[in-house]
């Protein structure tokens, strides 16, 4: 098992530009999140997907922010424009639905992380 | 969410056992208590869980008090490897916000 793959692990960009992070998680897990960690604010959730569909966006900061789940293998997080308060190391995770009862019972597994750089 | 309150640091010698506080005075009978560690450069991993019992597995063992309002995670030797950021997470019916705080940063000393 591979284990959560992000891509670019390291992307430095200028500000007004597009930026893609990209996911593939486990094969098998039914829920998909993406994270945000700064110094300042910590590890923030932006949003979680079940089986491909968005179920809580609220964590994203703002509709420069976007995360699309076209299959169950592959997942992006896009900034357009992107501006340089977006630096972070952004981390995708994902996650079996082993316990449909007891939601706290479920574990997530986390990529290596996107660092991005706005500059 | 209910929150939880831990160290901001801790320090601790090589094959030393460590014991992690973590305090969650306001957790609900749902909620299980979760552990995740951050090494250094990479992305947060899964330690150990439990709802009432202690817990043991290869890592690590949780001990939850009879009130359930405190926990301690428990590393019985410490090694370099596990210098890291340790997160306490409350996790219940609002399935996948792990909510992380600030975590223990635990220094393992040689």
């Known amino acids: 098992d591979a284990g959560v793959i992000q891509s670019p692990r390291h992307e430095v960009t200028e500000m007004g530009q597009e930026v893609t992070l990209r996911c593939k998680p486990i094969?098998?897990?039914?829920?998909l999140f993406w994270y945000r960690q700064t110094m300042m604010r910590g590890l923030e959730l932006l949003i979680y997907?079940?089986?491909?569909?968005?179920?809580?966006d609220s964590g994203m900061p703002e509709d420069r922010f976007s995360a699309k789940m076209p299959n169950a293998s592959f997942s992006t997080l896009k900034i357009q424009p992107s501006e340089p308060r977006d630096s972070a190391v952004y981390f995708c995770?994902?996650?079996?639905?082993?316990?449909?009862?007891?939601?706290?019972?479920?574990?997530?597994?986390f990529g290596a992380g996107s660092r991005l750089t706005v500059l | 969410d209910a929150k939880t309150t831990q160290p901001n640091s801790m320090e601790s010698n090589e094959e030393e056992p460590v014991h992690l506080p973590c305090n969650h005075s306001?957790?609900?009978?749902?909620?299980?208590i979760h552990w995740y560690r951050q090494l250094p450069s990479q992305g947060p991993e899964y330690v150990i869980h439990?709802?009432?019992s202690n817990v043991n597995n290869r890592m690590a063992s949780l001990a939850i008090a009879e009130d359930r309002k405190s926990s301690t995670l428990i590393l019985h030797r410490a090694t370099l490897r596990d210098a890291a950021v340790y997160y306490c997470?409350?996790?219940?019916?609002?399935?996948?916000?792990?909510?992380f705080g600030q975590g223990t940063i635990l220094t393992v000393h040689p």
């Open positions: 995770a994902s996650s079996p639905l082993r316990d449909r009862v007891n939601h706290g019972a479920n574990v997530l597994t």
């Open positions: 094969s098998g897990h039914d829920y």
């Open positions: 997907f079940n089986n491909n569909v968005p179920i809580d």
């Open positions: 306001t957790i609900s009978g749902t909620d299980y």
């Open positions: 439990g709802l009432t």
């Open positions: 997470i409350l996790l219940g019916t609002s399935y996948g916000k792990l909510t």
